[in-house]
């Protein structure tokens, strides 16, 4: 039973435009979301995070947004650039989880020129 | 050292021989994860440690499967007689304490198992 869920495992977008990353869980009890970005033979790195009381959180081009009432969260890079190009990973924890991340399968962003 | 170090980059094991992963994390890093990414998967928990205390190990698949962490810092993936369903990226993290969840916890680059 997946608990974290990235729908999409692919995404293809223009230098530029926006790209839009969505994820849906389904455990009530998490209350921190983070998204990770992968390069091919690296390890994931952090990118942005929100906790469950903010439904919006901002840094530089990328923002991500919380829909508690849908259990949905999703990730916004404007513009988007051919650096971007990776894996991205949505992760959730709860607060008596021990720090563990429970993470969604990926997406993969490509950018292009 | 500046990031969290995995040894070795690829490993090749024969069906049930033992291999042994290791981590090196970040220098003053009081939490250590081991998580397992299956191909075209996300990761996926396996354990915890904060110092030297395993605090959680329920995502180990079998108990052949064994992490330590004896004296707080370096620690060791152990696998005990591989299987083909074992191979996977197999990924360290570690974190300041208190911080995990603000800034998430940082990754090494992984050990590639591969059993043949």
């Known amino acids: 039973d997946q608990q974290v869920k990235q729908n999409s495992p692919s995404l293809s977008v223009q230098e530029g435009r926006i790209s839009i990353l969505n994820c849906d869980y389904t455990?009530?009890?998490?209350?921190?979301f983070l998204w990770y970005k992968k390069y091919p033979a690296e390890g994931p790195t952090f990118l942005i995070s929100?906790?469950?009381?903010?439904d919006k959180n901002e840094d530089g081009r990328f923002t991500v947004f919380l829909n508690k009432s849908a259990k949905h969260l999703s990730l916004h890079i404007v513009p988007s650039q051919p650096g971007d190009s990776a894996v991205y990973f949505c992760a959730a924890s709860g607060s008596n989880a021990g720090n563990m991340l429970t993470f969604g399968g990926g997406t993969r962003l490509m950018v292009k020129p | 050292g500046a990031g969290v170090s995995q040894s070795p980059r690829y490993k090749v094991a024969k069906r049930g021989q033992d291999v042994a992963l290791r981590c090196d994390p970040i220098?003053?890093?009081?939490?250590l994860f081991w998580y397992q990414q299956a191909l075209g998967q996300g990761p996926e928990f396996l354990t915890y440690f904060q110092n030297e205390a395993q605090l959680d190990k329920s995502g180990l698949p079998s108990d052949r499967f064994f992490a330590e962490r004896p004296e707080g810092s370096v620690s060791t993936l152990k696998i005990q007689r591989t299987q083909q369903e074992d191979s996977a990226v197999y990924l360290c993290?570690?974190?300041?304490?208190?911080?995990?969840?603000?800034?998430?916890?940082?990754f090494g680059s992984g050990t590639r198992l591969t059993v043949v």
């Open positions: 455990n009530s009890m998490f209350d921190y």
């Open positions: 993290a570690s974190s300041d304490y208190g911080t995990t969840l603000n800034y998430g916890y940082t």
């Open positions: 929100i906790s469950s009381i903010k």
């Open positions: 220098s003053g890093h009081v939490s």
